[in-house]
């Protein structure tokens, strides 16, 4: 019986190829060889990119569903509302690019200048990429395997000619694959100020959300702090709270005060976000009012003192 | 290739159904349980499955062995562990799940997927092709954003030859448990369209129960449970259609 593979010891450790693990993968001619050892160029050329970008939040979840895209486009609504702060939004999840349709931005494509690709520019102060820009139907599947997506990853953070920003925010897709390994990794030189984890309040999304910040911690990925989202759902007609996602086990607050990381806020369902979304509007702009909004805001808020109390990108750090 | 190697282990499987959505979240490993479920509940009767030295053995859910599951999850030394792996190491590990449990006699084998159109997913396809699997139930929510990532993914069915059963469209509505009213949380009908437009059968909407998630993550028989919930007919619903597309036959 094959024993089942442990972690990869990975492509540039002195065990590359010749770990027990590596036994079976398809990669290990080419991690024997030493070829993965050397440091990916690339690696060098993100840094100087990022040289112009101050912040870089990562949004996470080992959950699918939870709100990742939802949140990324709102975070980015919220920070560009003061026209004086830069804010870009990448869309790594190169098999489900939502972004495009939730910053109603669907049917536009990518233009390339003398310095690189440009973001499509929802404002003056608000650029945002995606494969989803790349794809001309919106029938077009994106079989890719891994290395395929770690490419394209690749080229999304060394080609994009972001300019100077104050926010990058990278939305990526559930799990602690290929796509996540790889953002961290070119984006090591670079100085992530961390990661903000989404999640639904029930079990079953913890269990996936523990494992994220397992990751986090592997990759030594600072935590910014989780979301808990689609807390609750007022009645629209009786106004009375129901708890459609029922926090089993405690909620998000349980699973901070376990692992000792910052519960951001709790955000509650309201129907009239799905709908903004599906739209391409910003839900902030629909329903101003809404106990949605006031919790995004106050986020974003905690978000922002977070980054401000790391050190301001402008002299060339360590990776984190 | 290691399928005509191992012809013995999921020679016994008269259908495979594949659960697939291009989005996360839409509920397919709910819609897997609950689907095994009802396939059970249906009345197929448990074969006896050979506890084999020479494979991994699934695990047993009930005292009947009538349901059996295999996950990775299994194979994890803490609940918290992180798999961080990459592509090849998870089409290996699925590749294993294909050719080295010993399912035995089954009449249903229910693949749960994650969200997408990547490694996973080609490596299941490919692993079960030789077993001409029974075809793949997609899942959506009815919200536009949802939709626009299944769309893709009945395109990678299309693209390699899988067969589409239907569509079903999961958190359909939510039914205010205080007065009744029934709110379209996220949206409503583009489950139905996604199917007319893909040119594939709807199998039916599903609403939103709390109920449904508190006795999963209880690990309680939602069927048996609670027939008097909303989600149930839906349930039932997509089950008999399942089985009408596959029936088992005198057994």
Redesign the interface.
Known sequence: ??E??H??PGVSSAQAGRGASCQ????QGICASGAGAAPDPAIEEIKERMKTVKHKILVLS?????GK?TFSAHLAHGLAEDENTQVALLDID???P?IP??MGLEGEQVHQSGSGWSPVFLEDNLGVMSVGFLLSS??????????K?NGMIKQFLRDVDWGEVDYLIVDT??????E??SAVQYLAAAHIDGAVIIT?P???SL?DV??????CH??KLPIIGVVENMSS?T????Q?E?????P??GGAEVMCQDLKVPLLGKVP?D?RI??S??KGESFFAEVPDSPATLAYRSIIQRIQESCSLRQPKGENLVGS | MEAAAEPGNLAGVRHIILVLS?????GK?TISTELALALRHAGKKGKAVHQCD???VPVFVDQEQSISLMSVGF?LEK???????????????IK?FVS?VAWGQLDYLVVDT??????E??AVVDALRPYSPLGALVVT?P???SV??V??????CK??GLRVIGVVENMSG?V????A?C?????RGGGEELARHAGVPFLGSVP?D?EL??S???GRDFIQGFPESPAFPALSCIAQKILNEAPVGLC
């Open positions: 019986m094959e089942v593979p972690d990869c079976g993968c398809p990669n080992g959950k699918g569903g939870v895209s190169i098999c489900g939502s349709k939730i919106p029938d077009d599947a994106v079989i890719w395997r891994g290395p997506k897709p559930p799990g602690t694959s290929d996540h390994l639904t029930q079990e079953v269990q523990r494992k994220e910040i397992s990751f592997k990759v759902f009645c629209p007609k009786c009375k129901s708890q459609i996602f029922p089993t086990t369902l129907p799905g709908k979304c599906d | 291009g989005k996360g979240g839409v490993s020479s494979g991994w194979l609940p918290d562990e992180a798999v961080v792996w990459r592509g090849p190491k998870k089409n290996a590990l294993q080295d994650p969200p997408g159109t990547s490694d997913h080609m929510t919200q536009a954003v626009g990532d769309r893709r993914e009945l395109t990678f693209k390699v939510f205010c448990p205080h007065c009213e709110t379209n949380i996220f949206s939103l709390p998630t508190r999963l993550e209880e």
